[in-house]
């Protein structure tokens, strides 16, 4: 049996990133690093690199998040980069949204433990929540999957002029070109590439930003978004 690689300590820059939150900073880290690990959350590889691969990567996303907003985190695995945005930004309303059980009882056991009051954990997939879930100003992801196909999944929940912020590396670029066709259909209007954390992570955090116009999703999503918006006014009215 491999031994389980040892968390470093915190780097300097997470306690200027964290501030009061600093303690459940660690706290988040330990548990990516042991229960985590354990029950196949993240590989036992990223744990020596926890701090600047994943939380501080992570965290600086909040450099491009507007105030007061909330926010989907689709695909939220072990929480990246909706776990990290929660402790750093506590005036959003945060959904980490995640299909898998496994993955859901450990972000609820997170949520709880660090007493995360503005996060709330829906079990399921993009597709399936739309109209359950109220839109959203942000919606977030990181390794989720190509931007395209990505898209086609978070931007239906954006509420108008809302905007998909992606967390990607080196293949930002080649993917926001090979997707420019269907974020039009989607109903984007605008697209940028934006780094951040400068002088907190090296190399900075690459972010994908897609703003949408008044009809997130686009025509075919829609019809999709009115039919979910009756079936639940009928729900309503028969309880």
């Not at 990290?84 to 496994?102: C, F, G, H, S, W």
Request: net charge neutral; with cysteine; glycine share 10%.
């Amino acid at each position: 049996m491999t031994e389980a690689a040892e968390l470093p300590p915190a780097p300097e820059q997470a306690r200027d990133v964290f501030g009061d939150r600093f303690a459940d900073a660690v706290r988040y880290a330990e548990l990516l690093a042991e229960a985590g690990v354990q029950r196949g959350l993240i590989g036992p590889r990223e744990v020596p690199r926890l701090w600047e691969r994943h939380l501080l990567n992570c965290a600086v996303l909040s450099e491009v998040v507007p105030e007061g907003v909330t926010v989907c985190d689709v695909g939220s695995g072990a929480g990246l980069p909706g776990i990290p945005l929660a402790l750093v930004r506590e005036d959003l309303k945060i959904t980490l949204l995640e299909p898998l059980l496994r993955r859901t009882n450990f972000l609820t056991e997170v949520v709880e433990l660090l007493g995360l009051d503005h996060v709330t954990v829906v079990r399921g997939r993009a597709e399936e929540v739309m109209g359950k879930l109220n839109p959203v100003h942000v919606v977030t992801a990181r390794a989720v999957a190509p931007l395209d196909r990505l898209a086609t999944w978070g931007i239906p929940l954006l509420r108008p002029y809302g905007e998909m912020l992606a967390l990607k590396g080196d293949t930002a670029e080649e993917e926001l070109k090979s997707a420019s066709t269907a974020l039009s259909k989607l109903g984007a209007v605008a697209t940028s590439i934006v780094h951040v954390g400068e002088g907190v992570v090296d190399p900075m955090s690459t972010v994908v930003r897609v703003e949408v116009g008044e009809s997130p999703g686009g025509v075919r999503f829609a019809a999709k978004r009115a039919k979910a918006a009756r079936t639940g006014r009928a729900r309503r009215r028969r309880g």
